[in-house]
């Protein structure tokens, strides 16, 4: 077809951000144990390039007008677009390509993996060496990154599998005490997904007779009965990794296990996989199944966002805390996504991308707070604010973050997931528009016990024995993700311009 | 400085001084870095204050903006855009002048309250910070922008509430206080939310201007009275103001003179447009104001805190205030605000002056403190005479205005139903009485009779914003020349601004009718006569007894503010914490044990299997056989098809 011919030379782009990590991978993984620091050094270079790499799609989204020169214009645009047949016995091409949905989330596992590398530099967890967990991590990297590049299903359903067993290693290898029994927890319930989203997969490919994005966005050639099959189906495979409520208790359980850099690759862009797929494959590909599952779907999210933040009332280990709010937190995204509206998945977008930001420094500071106090559980911590005032004053601003504070990022995903539920309109969608929003009260409520228990009150012992100074790694892992929720707070169209029109054609709305 | 550029300014510099403020290390820093962060934090809210002198001067109009985010849009749905814009009038401008300057004091005041609190830094930049966000609020011409700002404040004054570590009550004061307001603001951000989309743009002149559907209307308008409620302290979400005295004496100066509580009033007179098109929704504000009114009066005379006298205070002042934008005045209750912004301000600056010298809180330990704080006490006299309307001072002007709006309101003619009217003027006339009496009680219990600071057993408690180093002076005395001035400063207006409203400039930038003192003013003058008198005369009768003694026994009930803390526990807190209980249980017990178990039942299901391999020869040789008697079965069947 006529859409496979711009593989121009800066397409190239697009495969040199996913082979530089790779290459990175087996160069650390290749150095010997004596020179482990600088391979974990060399790691971060190689985030760091990739992370340039993955900035500069940007400057290529004007050529998107390029696109009207062809006759039969398709409803996805990529900026840049890579197509280069692979298997043609399977219909397989390996067909990547970058647009405003996606772009956002590219950026975000770039700089979430450097800023993960480089945090592993200074502190390793003690149980596995520290160059094979950072070789983990770009694997892991490749992974996300692909599936978040992919426009051929069978491509997006291959990256979507490389990042299982990454990170299962990572669990399992630098896990806590427990780590065993949540990475095999993690690993047979996202498989049990993957079987799914393989069995949706192969049917649209089977039925549409090609796997290619482009081509099935927006107006797929499926009948309605196959398109409410795949997109339940899909919906199950990605509400698995979302987590979406009730299939959400691999969460908690491999957080609470996960080192630090693992919780927050997982919780960073990990998740981000099951949002993002439910927009660009499900709603893509299976528009009509998608105005069919809408209700049920509108429902499970208020379900998750009210359950997420009563759960989290009750839980006294903060890695468990959190994990459970990003429960609540996903139901906020997948509300915005129900809704199938353009102020909603706009809404989800933002979501995607904030909870990004601020449960990578949520974990973050948890993990340290783990870390350095030897302990979880709240009832132990107290005080933080007299021995550790500067991380105090983080946590304060990560959690206030996380709370949906307007002017910090987690606001607009959260307030327009409501408006969006508004604007739907009906009894329905304001029952669940009024549900949502009582849970943002309720997660005020669980940040501010969390707030009041860990950082008021006298210090405990095990707080006073703690080191309160910030180290220089530790700050250049913190300080990107603090600035941006700040600059994604007061300028949220760095993420949604231009997201409009790609958002209206996924949505099958100029058919 | 041209005012397009003045009018945006003003909230971004406060905001500015506050982020840069916040980068500060805490902890103790020494005498430098303090007086950075001082000079950080008066400086942010001198030059806010320059910028609405600035904007004052000129007296123009205007709106200017820039466009931040825009969401939704083709093909079917409205565009909603979002965008920072000023929109400036006279009445912001007034509302901002009040709030830089109170902000200014309290900054300056801070410096000498807090001069040995090594977290001081982090104090001025919340501070400007929120001063900042009031601003926001106050000259946003966006409803999401300015829901930003009302959200900021939460934020700001949950740290600052929470700021003295040694009060043990106030971790938990202040996370209710976040938490009451968050309540409301539930339905303020979906009244909001049902504004901007049934307008389609979140600009505040195109929301005024939507021809909306009455029902959804009354609807939005109900869902944004819950966050007024919230913020500004009125019944039944007011529960959080008493408690939140547990914040540093500057702060609550901050909180309810000239930011947070008039939040809600202020929202409500920039959607006055709205509210005029249903009555119901005003209705509702009035029952609400007229319960608030009397409440906080009741609750005030049973207090033996001195703060808590004032807060409770402040719920019924700002009761007025909604009351008169029920009734139909708005510009009496901005002129009210206006007034309350500088005698409370100035109330809450000499209180933390007596508690400075004094070092506690309890009016039972105070006393006779008149002869020893000369500039503290005429503070009193000065902001508790205008708190209870004694002409000519400020409070007198602006509370005649409301009584007189709620008269006209019972003659009908308002959009507001004529019950409502006498509603509200009956209560706002009792509450004058009740206001002049516990406005005289405190003046007396704390600045007559004699000196009770070693009570009979002498001092065995002591409370303070830092009891733990704090020395109580030989003698009280006139706080130190930092704290004096900005008392001398707010005595001013809070004396004479009631005669503003005879400058035509002023009044008829508000839109105030014009002053009339007619016969109608005897009326509440009697009542403050008789309110004072009665306070004035137990006090003389039964010398050194609290004079809330002869309220018997509905003394208890109005000092536990009608045990609505109670009810509010009862009714939300403990059904939200038994449902988190049952939905924890749920979740571990249900949909976990679901999958744990389908993992575990496989695993059986496998080693059963497992053993049905394993079977000894003889059934082995059964089932072998059964295995070729059904495969023959089947291809027997499958030939003769």
Partial sequence: ???????????????????????????????????????????????????????????????????????????????????????????????????????????????????????????????????????????????????????????????????????????????????????????????????????????????????????????????????????????????????????HTWLPDAHTEAPTVGSVILAGVLLKMGTYGLIRVGVGVAPDGAAWAAPVLGVLAVVAILAGSLICLRQRELKRLIAYSSVGHMGFVLLGIAT?????????????????????????????????????????????????????????????????????????????????????GGPFWLTCAALAAV???????????????????????????????????????WAPLVLLTLVVGLAPALILSGTALPIVDLLGGSR | MSVDVAGPLLPLVPLLAGLLGLLLAPGDGGRARRRLAAGLGVAGAALALLLSLRLLWDGASFETGLEIVSFGGLPDESLITVGFGVAINPAVVYVALAVSLVALLVQIYSITY?????????????????????????????????????????????????????????????????????VGDVGFLLGIAVLVVEAGDAHLDVVLNSPYDPATLTAALLLILAGVA??????????????????????????????????????????????????????V???????????????????????????????????????????????????????????????????????????????????????????????????????AGLPPLAGFWSKETVLTAAAHATEGGEPVPVWAGWVVWLAALFAVGITAWYATRLLLRAFFGAYRAHGPAGPDWEVGFDDGRYQVPAAPHD??????????????????????????????????????????????????VAGAGFAWWIWWAVPGVDPALALGRARPLFAAGFHLDAVQHRLVVTPVRSL??????????????????AGTGTRSLGGHFADVHRVALPGAVVLVCLGALVLGVVAWLGVAA
């Fill in chain 1, 1 to 247: 077809m006529t859409l496979t011919t711009t593989a121009d030379s800066w397409s190239f782009l697009l495969a040199v951000i996913l082979g530089v990590p790779a290459l990175g991978a087996v160069v650390v993984a290749l150095l010997p144990a004596s020179r482990d620091r600088q391979a974990r050094i060399v790691a971060t270079v190689f985030a760091a390039v990739t992370f340039l790499l993955t900035i500069a799609p940007v400057f290529f989204r004007d050529r998107a007008g390029g696109w009207s020169a062809f006759g039969d214009v398709p409803q996805l645009i990529p900026w840049v677009n890579l197509d280069l047949p692979w298997v043609p016995a399977l219909g397989l091409d390996f067909h990547l390509g970058v647009d405003a949905v996606s772009y956002p989330l590219i950026v975000l596992t770039g700089l979430l993996t450097l800023l993960c590398c480089a945090y592993t530099v200074k502190k390793v967890p003690e149980a596995g060496a520290g160059r094979t967990l950072a070789a983990l991590l770009l694997v892991l990297e490749v992974g996300v990154l692909g599936t978040f590049l992919a426009l051929d299903l069978i491509l997006f359903f291959v990256f979507f599998e490389v990042v299982l067993l990454p990170m299962f290693a990572v669990i399992a290898g630098w896990g806590g005490p427990d780590r065993r029994r949540a990475a095999r927890k993690f690993v047979l319930y996202t498989l049990a997904g993957s079987v799914l989203l393989l069995l949706g997969v192969i049917i649209v490919v089977s039925r549409a007779g090609t796997g290619d994005l482009i081509v099935l966005t927006g107006s797929p050639p499926l009948s309605r009965g196959t398109q409410c099959l795949v997109f339940a189906l899909l919906a199950v495979a990605f509400a698995v990794k979302a987590p979406l409520w009730p299939l």
């Fill in chain 1, 340 to 424: 199938l509206t353009v102020t909603g998945i706009q809404a989800a977008l933002i979501g995607n991308v904030a909870h990004g930001l601020i449960t990578g420094l949520l974990f973050f500071l948890v993990g340290t707070i783990k870390d350095r106090t030897g302990t979880g559980s709240i009832d132990q911590l107290s005080g933080l604010r007299e021995q550790a005032p500067r991380l105090a004053g983080l946590l304060g601003f990560a959690a206030v973050a996380s709370l949906g504070l307007p002017g910090l990022a987690g606001f607009w995903g959260e307030a327009f997931a409501v408006v969006a539920a508004v604007q739907a």
């Fill in chain 1, 439 to 477: 849970g943002g009260a309720l997660t005020a409520a669980y940040f501010l016990r969390l707030l009041r228990r860990v950082t008021h009150g006298p210090a405990t012992p095990v707080v006073r024995a703690m080191r309160p100074s910030i180290a220089a790694a530790e700050w250049f892992a």
């Fill in chain 2, 114 to 182: 807090l001069h040995d609190d090594p977290r001081y830094a982090p104090y001025a930049a919340q501070v400007s910070l929120f001063t900042g966000a009031m601003l926001l609020v106050v000259t946003s011409n966006d409803l999401i922008v300015l829901l930003i700002g009302w959200e900021v404040m939460g934020a700001c004054s949950y740290l600052l509430i929470g700021h003295d570590r040694r009060l043990p009550e106030a971790p938990a004061a202040a996370v209710k206080a976040f938490l009451v307001t968050r």
């Fill in chain 2, 230 to 283: 919230g913020k500004s302290a009125q019944f039944p979400l007011h529960t959080w103001l008493p408690d939140a005295m547990a914040g540093p004496t500057p702060i609550s100066a901050l909180i309810h003179a000239a930011t947070m509580v008039a939040a809600g009033v202020w929202v409500v007179f920039r959607l006055y447009p709205l509210f005029t098109r249903s009555p119901v929704a005003l209705a």
């Fill in chain 2, 285 to 387: 504000l009035a029952v609400l104001a007229a319960i608030t009114i009397l409440l906080g009066a009741l609750a005030a005379t049973a207090q033996d805190d001195l703060k808590r006298v004032l807060a409770w205070s402040t719920v019924s002042q700002i009761g007025y205030m909604t009351a008169a934008l029920a009734v139909g005045s708005p510009a009496a209750a901005l002129f009210h605000l206006l007034t309350h912004a500088a005698f409370k301000a100035l109330l809450f600056l000499a209180a933390g002056a007596v508690i400075h010298a004094v070092g506690t809180n309890l009016l039972s330990r105070m006393g006779g403190l008149r002869a020893h704080m000369p500039v503290t006490f005429w503070s009193f006299v000065i902001g508790l005479g205008a708190l």
């Fill in chain 2, 479 to 528: 706080p130190p020349a930092p704290m004096r001035l900005p008392l001398i400063v707010l005595a001013v207006p809070s004396a004479l601004l009631g005669l503003a409203a005879y400058a035509p400039g002023f009044r008829t930038s508000l839109e105030l009718e014009d002053p009339h003192l007619g016969v109608a003013v005897a009326l509440p003058m009697l009542l403050l």
């Fill in chain 2, 580 to 597: 988190a209980r049952w939905v924890t249980a749920g979740d571990e017990r249900v949909v976990d044990a679901a999958v744990t178990g």
